[in-house]
Each structure stands twice: as structure tokens, then as C-alpha cells.
């Protein structure tokens, strides 16, 4: 899924029961060697499947194929916005200490009770879009490192050849 080819290929074929190999590539600013490489791919990681028709070859999605990845990508999402739910409970976020402070001093102005609930729902907001921020640049580096392990792999089996 590290190539935006492939995960354009998986969008197209999510909105579909089948789509042939010549749809495909009409879809997607892609040659037909391309896609072809692109479907053998996700075929071989499980996500598509092929059937004949004839001469066609019609793809589709394996249903739930990508629930493996959903999972741990959530799993990797709620590890990150635990971090920034513990920023709030501990007070570090920003804004939150100030709020409580306020509170705890006698003379306190009216309405002060909703300038700390405001506070606190920044903070919180805060928090929330800083793990959202980590989240996103935990899987773009999963990303990277997926594209840079395949390109790898492809070096290797252009220099050395597939040994029968």
C-alpha cells in the first residue's frame, strides 16, 4: 500500500464489484505494464483477487484484505493519542495548568468557571490534533520505509535475476 498507484488501484476497486485490467488503466494515469505490476502486487499481498472472462482478466477486492492493516494502523493512531491524553490528565498541555491555578485563588471573577472549561477544551483540542499530527507522521515514515524496502527488493532482483 506504500505506492499511490496501488492505493488509487484499491479506491477505484473499492467502489466497484470488478473492474478489467483496461478499466483500471484508463482510471489511472498509469501503462498497462504498470497496473498489470501493480495488481500482481496486491495479489500476492491478498488484497485483489482475479477471475477469467474470456480473454479479460477482472479484479476485486478480497473482502476484508485490509483489515489486518486497519487494525494496526488504529492500534498505532490510539497509541499516539494516548500520549496526548496523558499530556492533558498530567496538566502539561498548554493552557491547563494556568486554568487550574486561576480555580485554586480566592477572588476568582464571575464566570471563571467557563473560562476553565474553555481552557481546558482548547487544551484538549491541542492535545487531540498534536497526536492526530504524530499519528500521520508515523505512517507517512511507515510509508517511506515500506517504499524504500521494496525499491530495495526490486534492486536486488534486477542485478541478480530470479535463479530457477
Known amino acids: 500500500m506504500s505506492d499511490p498507484t496501488r ?12 473492474l478489467s485490467v483496461s478499466d483500471l488503466v ?5 501503462s498497462q505494464p504498470t497496473v498489470s505490476k501493480h495488481l500482481k502486487v496486491l495479489r500476492d499481498a491478498g488484497v485483489v483477487q482475479t477471475r477469467a ?5 477482472l479484479y476485486s477486492l478480497v473482502p476484508d484484505s485490509l483489515l489486518g492493516a486497519l487494525e ?4 498505532v493512531h490510539d497509541a499516539a493519542a494516548g500520549t496526548g491524553s496523558d499530556a492533558i490528565e498530567s ?3 498548554e493552557g491547563v495548568e494556568e486554568s487550574a491555578e486561576s480555580i485554586e485563588h480566592p477572588g476568582v471573577a464571575e464566570g471563571a468557571e467557563i473560562e476553565v472549561a474553555d481552557a ?3 487544551a484538549a483540542g491541542e492535545a487531540e490534533s498534536v497526536a492526530d499530527d504524530a499519528a500521520h507522521r508515523i505512517v507517512q515514515n511507515v510509508g517511506r520505509q515500506i517504499e524504500s524496502v521494496t525499491e530495495k ?3 536486488f532482483f534486477q542485478r541478480f ?4
Open 161 to 164: 535475476g530470479r535463479r530457477k
Open 120 to 122: 481546558e477544551s482548547r
Open 72 to 75: 494496526w494502523l488504529t492500534s
Open 153 to 155: 527488493a526490486q534492486t
Open 26 to 30: 484508463a482510471s489511472v494515469e498509469a
Open 53 to 57: 472472462d474470456g480473454q479479460r482478466r
Open 7 to 18: 492505493r488509487q488501484l484499491v479506491e477505484l476497486l473499492s467502489e466497484a464489484d470488478e
Open 91 to 93: 496538566g502539561e498541555a
